[in-house]
């Protein structure tokens, strides 16, 4: 580990460990430095931004909750990201089996309308190196993404998306480097058949 | 194949990890040349590299979230769905679209923070009823069994002396939200120690607590 990461670790380990002795100040700091990451990959696996923002709140409050629980105060990052994944694929299954006429379905209405910079994106193909995906190439990923078994769509996106190191995936998904490499490798292929028209 | 066959030296694999910058010198080598004499590993790579870059970019989509119209919009749909309720929200919803902000840009912390006060100020009156009333309840039980007890063996000593009072860990721990308890202090006398009594087997059959020696201590848990 870099010295720099090291030094960072420490830091917030501490604050882990004020915020574990009552200290909300100290908590806050911890909700400010994680909250990027927390709202996307909440937002990765669930596809909209009103489900991600849901998810990621309670995962805070979770966290400050059974924050006693945490024995290691240097793997509050991959805990909490554990927490929002745990939420993220929970809310995933309630989803999936609601009733399809719920006011939920206005909100997500809502959440796909809003993607300003993903519609101005014009013919952009798979094989351009640079930014974000056209519109139509987007959804075909998102929809073969949904597809993927959990275990394989986390760790891709862990990896491949959020750019996590492996070992960190790896305490997340609380499972060894080599099966995360497995994983990421399965989602590959599998994608790559879902994918095949646009390859 | 099976997700769950495990195999290390499958080319795919290695081809996948080869993207990651992840193989040994030796396993580089035996792909290289897996890849010279193959064109069907050769396309195979060149798909799995286009995956790897179709997913990389279709992760470039900025996060948007507007926490202030969650909010809004979630209030607006917790009520009946009549159409003035629908015709906000359908306004919400624009005013969203067209006011997004990043996920980094949002005070989560100041939101985060005010649920679980809002949960901690809600929980706390009930909290404080079991956490005090409950052993208090527990603890006057008992007073009243070893008095009565004491009362009608006038001419001997007493058996138990009996005391109730807060823990002296209570205001510190309840400060934090956690569950506190009352402590009863027992203290046997010396001639009922010796003389090996029989404690009053009523009140103390009920809930549960037994003398401790000469002095002891025992607390009702919540």
Redesign the interface.
Same mark, same amino acid.
């Given at each position: 580990m870099d010295a720099r990461l090291e030094v960072t670790k420490s830091s917030e380990a501490d604050l882990v460990r004020r915020a574990q002795g009552g200290d909300s100040a100290a908590f806050g700091s911890l909700v400010r430095s994680h909250q990027r990451r927390a709202v996307s990959l909440a937002y990765r696996l669930l596809g909209n931004a009103a489900d991600a923002a849901d998810v990621s709140q309670d995962a805070f409050v979770r966290a400050y909750r059974n924050l006693a629980q945490l024995d290691d105060p240097r793997r509050f990052g991959a805990w909490l990201m554990r927490v929002v994944s745990n939420l993220s694929l929970n809310y995933r299954r309630s989803r999936a089996t609601r009733a399809a006429t719920s006011l939920d379905d206005a909100l997500e209405v809502g959440a796909e309308v809003r993607r300003p910079a993903t519609r101005q994106r014009l013919s952009r193909g798979a094989n351009d190196d640079g930014g974000p995906l056209p519109e139509e190439l987007h959804d075909a990923v998102s929809r073969a993404l949904e597809r993927l078994p959990d275990k394989q769509r986390l760790a891709l996106i862990l990896f491949s998306v959020e750019g996590l190191p492996q070992k960190e995936v790896a305490d997340i998904l609380e499972c060894s480097v080599e099966l995360v490499k497995w994983n990421v490798f399965q989602a590959r292929n599998t994608l790559k058949e879902m994918l095949a028209e646009h390859l | 194949?099976s /997700?769950d066959a495990?195999n /290390?030296d499958e080319l @795919?694999?290695l081809l $996948? *990890?080869g +993207? !990651?910058g !992840?193989l040994s010198p030796e396993e580089q080598r035996r792909l290289n040349e897996a890849l010279w004499q193959s064109d069907s590993l050769r396309s195979e790579a060149s798909?799995?590299e286009? &995956? !790897? *870059? +179709?997913?990389?970019?279709?992760?470039? =989509? /900025? &996060? =948007?979230? !507007?926490?202030k119209h969650?909010a809004e919009?979630t209030s607006a749909?917790a009520g009946s @769905?009549d159409d003035e309720r %629908?015709d906000k929200?359908d306004d919400l +919803?624009r005013r969203? *679209?067209d006011q $997004?902000v990043g996920?980094?840009e949002?005070d %989560?912390?100041? &939101? &985060? +923070?005010g649920?679980?006060r809002t =949960?901690y100020r809600g929980a706390n009156p009930y909290r404080l009823v079991l956490r005090l009333g409950v052993p208090l309840a527990a603890a006057a039980a008992i007073a009243l069994v070893v008095t009565a007890t004491t009362w009608f063996t006038p001419a001997r000593e007493p058996i138990y002396r009996v005391t109730i009072g807060p823990s002296s860990w209570s205001a510190a721990l309840a400060? *934090?939200?956690v569950e506190s308890r009352v402590v009863v202090s027992f203290a046997q006398s010396d001639e009922a120690a010796t003389t090996r009594q029989a404690p009053p087997a009523i009140g103390f059959a009920t809930i549960g607590v037994e003398p401790l020696g000469s002095a002891g201590e025992e607390s009702s848990p919540l």
């Amino acid at each position: 580990m870099d010295a720099r990461l090291e030094v960072t670790k420490s830091s917030e380990a501490d604050l882990v460990r004020r915020a574990q002795g009552g200290d909300s100040a100290a908590f806050g700091s911890l909700v400010r430095s994680h909250q990027r990451r927390a709202v996307s990959l909440a937002y990765r696996l669930l596809g909209n931004a009103a489900d991600a923002a849901d998810v990621s709140q309670d995962a805070f409050v979770r966290a400050y909750r059974n924050l006693a629980q945490l024995d290691d105060p240097r793997r509050f990052g991959a805990w909490l990201m554990r927490v929002v994944s745990n939420l993220s694929l929970n809310y995933r299954r309630s989803r999936a089996t609601r009733a399809a006429t719920s006011l939920d379905d206005a909100l997500e209405v809502g959440a796909e309308v809003r993607r300003p910079a993903t519609r101005q994106r014009l013919s952009r193909g798979a094989n351009d190196d640079g930014g974000p995906l056209p519109e139509e190439l987007h959804d075909a990923v998102s929809r073969a993404l949904e597809r993927l078994p959990d275990k394989q769509r986390l760790a891709l996106i862990l990896f491949s998306v959020e750019g996590l190191p492996q070992k960190e995936v790896a305490d997340i998904l609380e499972c060894s480097v080599e099966l995360v490499k497995w994983n990421v490798f399965q989602a590959r292929n599998t994608l790559k058949e879902m994918l095949a028209e646009h390859l | 194949m099976s /997700p769950d066959a495990y195999n /290390p030296d499958e080319l @795919a694999f290695l081809l $996948s *990890r080869g +993207l !990651d910058g !992840d193989l040994s010198p030796e396993e580089q080598r035996r792909l290289n040349e897996a890849l010279w004499q193959s064109d069907s590993l050769r396309s195979e790579a060149s798909k799995l590299e286009t &995956v !790897d *870059r +179709l997913v990389r970019r279709w992760g470039q =989509e /900025p &996060v =948007e979230v !507007d926490w202030k119209h969650h909010a809004e919009l979630t209030s607006a749909c917790a009520g009946s @769905a009549d159409d003035e309720r %629908l015709d906000k929200v359908d306004d919400l +919803l624009r005013r969203w *679209r067209d006011q $997004s902000v990043g996920a980094e840009e949002i005070d %989560l912390a100041t &939101v &985060v +923070l005010g649920r679980v006060r809002t =949960e901690y100020r809600g929980a706390n009156p009930y909290r404080l009823v079991l956490r005090l009333g409950v052993p208090l309840a527990a603890a006057a039980a008992i007073a009243l069994v070893v008095t009565a007890t004491t009362w009608f063996t006038p001419a001997r000593e007493p058996i138990y002396r009996v005391t109730i009072g807060p823990s002296s860990w209570s205001a510190a721990l309840a400060e *934090r939200g956690v569950e506190s308890r009352v402590v009863v202090s027992f203290a046997q006398s010396d001639e009922a120690a010796t003389t090996r009594q029989a404690p009053p087997a009523i009140g103390f059959a009920t809930i549960g607590v037994e003398p401790l020696g000469s002095a002891g201590e025992e607390s009702s848990p919540l």
